[in-house]
């Protein structure tokens, strides 16, 4: 079974700063990574995913995301953001051997002030 | 861009009663799912389905829930007899591939009243 914890419930950024969400997963097999963000009202969109290759991979809306094995995370980044990227952010894992099913994390707003 | 469409997108329903959640996915997706988010809390997976039948499911997913896929573009989710705590979000989603990621509706919010 896998386990996902985003570390952080709430980040509250100013507007053009750097942004940086942190997931972390346990997982006893080989895993798929995903974020997906929630504006309100709507559902879940797919930010991007890792499946394997490269460690850095690239979202849409200009969010990137780096694989770490050793360290067990899986943290998205934004180098600069815009009021627009207010949303909640969700990490998931799914494990290889599994038919698609993915695990959440709790989740971490994103509040982004002028 | 495609969408997964869900029907509808608020109901209340009072306890004891059954309801039917509908969703229609993106067309050529080959696996469907429902997850559920209670207020404040994860979004936990329910089911899985491929190839017209459940691939997986959770402990949530019990004898009072059921899917069907009645013609080949809809997807539903039966409660048979709702419960207070079946009160969620309930969110389909549909993937082309095992590891494509989900394209998610815009959920339906169930209140059990």
């Known amino acids: 079974a896998q386990s996902v914890t985003q570390l952080d419930s709430q980040v509250p950024v100013f507007e053009e700063a750097p942004v940086e969400l942190r997931c972390n997963y346990s997982s006893s097999v080989s895993v798929y990574l995903f974020w997906y963000v929630q504006y309100p009202n709507q559902g879940l969109q797919l930010l991007l995913k890792?499946?394997?290759?490269?460690?850095l991979v690239k979202g849409i809306n200009g969010f990137e995301a780096e694989f770490n094995k050793s360290q067990t995370s899986f943290h998205l980044r934004k180098p600069s953001v815009h009021i627009s990227d207010t949303a909640e952010y969700f990490c998931?894992?799914?494990?290889?051997?599994?038919?698609?099913?993915?695990?959440f994390g709790d989740g971490t707003t994103l509040t982004v002030k002028p | 861009e495609p969408e997964v469409t869900q029907t509808p997108s608020h109901q209340v329903t009072q306890m004891g009663q059954e309801v039917i959640l509908r969703c229609v996915p993106i067309s050529n997706h080959l696996y469907f799912y429902w997850y559920r988010q209670i207020l404040g809390q994860k979004v936990e997976f329910l089911v899985s389905f491929y190839n017209n039948e459940i691939s997986e499911k959770s402990e949530i997913f019990d004898d009072q829930f059921s899917v069907e896929r009645p013609d080949g573009s809809n997807f539903t989710l039966k409660i048979r007899s709702t419960k207070l705590e079946d009160s969620a979000m309930y969110f389909c989603?549909?993937?082309?591939?095992?590891?494509?990621?989900?394209?998610f509706g815009s959920g339906t919010r169930l209140t059990v009243v």
């Open positions: 890792y499946l394997s290759g490269s460690t």
């Open positions: 989603a549909s993937s082309g591939g095992l590891w494509d990621g989900y394209t």
């Open positions: 998931a894992v799914s494990d290889r051997g599994n038919a698609g099913k993915s695990t």
